[in-house]
T-cell receptor, first 115, second 112 residues
């Protein structure tokens, strides 16, 4: 089954304790991206990757890191989480179209709480 | 950056009614996508529609890129249509911006 998987689905942690949220897709998509969703703000892009070893900042990259060592995986790293990073996080992937990004397929989301 | 505005922010419908959701954007775009987020939080791609009209069952979408807006039509609404509808655009910066900007969504509640 074609899908985007994220782990963990729920996480409660404390300020300053490094964590990684994994994202994996089995559709051979070149493009992968991370978003955070907050009430009243919609979805905002954190980082994106056009292919292996090619990543770039989105609109809200502060406090996050990413890596793309393999095509299928795109982990999101919070090296020193803070309470303002409490949010619902989504990973997504797509092929490229003639004019940019193709249809985005989303993972199930990771609800993160930082105390 | 590009601005994306959706209207209305909230919509309550009786089952069986029709509705139109609107997405306005402030600059030229490479593509536009509509998504549905169900009450359990799952995000599903409904349409990839940089221009023109597409239909999928009771849903259809039209994008008029020259006038910088897109419309999502829902006909004969069902309770399973409830949730939040987002539009998202990739700004046309010449070489492909590769960034997707979302509107804040329209929350739809369909009541029996």
């Amino acid at each position: 089954e074609a899908q985007v998987t994220q782990n963990p689905r729920y996480l409660i942690t404390v300020t300053g304790k490094k964590l990684t949220v994994t994202c994996s897709q089995n559709m051979n998509h070149e493009y992968m991206s991370w978003y955070r969703q907050d009430p009243g703000l919609g979805l905002r892009q954190i980082y994106y990757s056009m292919n292996v070893e090619v990543t770039d900042k989105g609109d809200v990259p502060e406090g996050y890191k990413v890596s793309r060592k393999e095509k299928r995986n795109f982990p999101l790293i919070l090296e020193s989480p803070s309470p303002n990073q409490t949010s619902l996080y989504f990973c997504a992937s797509s092929l490229f179209r003639d004019r940019g990004i193709g249809e985005q397929f989303f993972g199930p989301g990771t609800r993160l709480t930082v105390l | 950056g590009i601005q994306v505005e959706q209207s209305p922010p909230d919509l309550i419908l009786q089952e069986g009614a029709n509705s139109t959701l609107r997405c306005n954007f402030s600059d030229s775009v490479n593509n536009l996508q509509w998504f549905h987020q169900n009450p359990w939080g799952q995000l599903i791609n409904l349409f990839y529609i940089p221009s023109g009209t597409k239909q999928n069952g009771r849903l259809s979408a039209t994008t008029v890129a020259t006038e910088r807006y897109s419309l999502l039509y829902i006909s004969s609404s069902q309770t399973t249509d409830s949730g939040v509808y987002f539009c998202a655009v990739e700004q046309d910066s010449g070489a492909g911006s590769y960034q997707l900007t979302f509107g804040k969504g329209t929350k739809l509640s369909v009541i029996p």
